[in-house]
């Protein structure tokens, strides 16, 4: 789904002769532009939204995972989503002693191939309001149409998480920015 920024920043590349590919494939997320040329774990470094983020994938070994090929759709959740979980499940999680359920819980967030927005309303609209993706975790995650303009991702618990930032294209797939922790049964 285009935000009004990305479509004004592709008539104003058309305007001016550049091409709209490439000045609209730059997005902003937590104050540093996010290159297609960089992988998710490039980008998500560089965003100040992502830090605990960034340190989870760190605690969990998964850096070198989510710097393969791809492609994959990693589901972002910000800091502040990490900072709503209960009590100090945040720091639980990040003790070595727990870093197979860390695994579990940040492999939720992350579904193989490259589902931009356009793609995952398609498969929303082919699955009757609802597209089931399944995780590397093996587990499922839901997606859902709230609104005419916004997408949510419900985990196997019922909680909900709506996409803030769409579509920020990867050299290994794409992200989009959550407002919320997903958790596997």
């Not at 992988?39 to 560089?46: G, T, Y």
């Not at 791809?70 to 502040?80: D, E, I, L, R, W």
Request: no cysteine.
């Amino acid at each position: 789904m285009p935000s009004a920024t990305r479509i004004l920043g592709a008539a104003f590349a058309l305007l001016l002769g550049i091409s709209a590919p490439s000045f609209a494939a730059e997005v902003t997320v937590g104050g540093a532009a996010m290159l297609s040329t960089r992988n998710i774990v490039d980008n998500a470094a560089s965003s100040k939204d992502h830090v605990t983020l960034v340190q989870a994938v760190k605690a969990a070994g998964l850096v070198e995972k989510l710097t393969e090929k791809g492609p994959m759709t990693v589901f972002a959740p910000v800091n502040s989503a990490f900072a709503a979980l209960p009590g100090s499940v945040i720091e639980g999680l990040l003790k070595p002693e727990s870093k197979s359920e860390l695994i579990r819980v940040l492999s939720y967030h992350v579904v193989a191939g490259k589902l931009t927005s356009e793609e995952l309303e398609k498969l929303i609209k082919d699955g009757n309001g609802e597209a089931k993706l399944t995780t590397l975790a093996g587990n499922m995650l839901y997606a859902r149409k709230n609104g005419p303009r916004n997408i949510m991702v419900s985990d196997e618990k019922g909680n909900s998480a709506n996409i803030s930032v769409y579509d920020v294209l990867q050299s290994n797939g794409v992200i989009h920015v959550v407002d919320r922790v997903l958790l596997p049964k």
